[in-house]
């Protein structure tokens, strides 16, 4: 199933529970990392760390997450790199990759699209932005009845 995620800005979806997505974290400063690691697993979710992207690769590899939250500036091998190389290694179903990052130029975010990278957030990100993010991404990932938008369902009823 292809999925594109053009969607992931669209209007707010219904709070119904959700199972957890499974999230790699790469992040080279061990306090992002383990904070933005402590939102997402208090939202329910499953979440890995990696320091660097060779980590990132083996971990991808060893169990194939719902979404890599990538930050570009990692030591040995860009964040582009990475998004290239988990594109490359993935069969089937790919993961939803959202770079996380200090890079904020126009010419960062081309750089991100040309990686395979499918949307680019700025640091220091928001934590309702991303949880918000992430349970957009649940909806468009995990199959289901068609979900409508929380206004117009509140509107039905």
């Known amino acids: 199933m292809a999925t594109t995620f053009t969607d992931l800005n669209g209007p707010q979806m219904s709070d119904s529970p959700r199972a957890p997505l499974s999230v790699l974290v790469v992040e080279?400063?061990?306090?992002?990392a383990e904070s933005t690691a402590d939102l997402l697993a208090a939202c329910g979710h499953e979440v890995r760390i990696a320091s660097c992207g060779a980590e990132a690769l083996r971990a991808a590899r060893s169990d194939?997450?719902?979404?890599?939250?990538l930050d570009i500036g990692l030591p040995g091998m860009s964040g582009w790199e990475v998004a290239r190389r988990l594109r490359a290694q993935s069969t089937g179903e790919q993961p939803v990759v959202v770079a996380v990052t200090g890079y904020g130029t126009n010419r960062d975010r081309v750089c991100s699209a040309d990686a395979g990278i499918d949307l680019h957030l700025v640091k220091p990100a928001?934590?309702?932005h991303l949880t918000?993010?992430?349970?957009?991404v649940h909806?468009?990932?995990v199959p289901g009845p068609p979900k409508r938008p929380a206004r117009a369902a509140a509107g039905a009823a």
């Open 139 to 141: 909806d468009l990932l």
């Open 132 to 136: 918000a993010l992430l349970a957009r």
């Open 126 to 128: 928001d934590p309702a």
């Open 28 to 32: 080279d400063l061990p306090d992002v």
């Open 64 to 69: 194939a997450p719902d979404v890599v939250l």
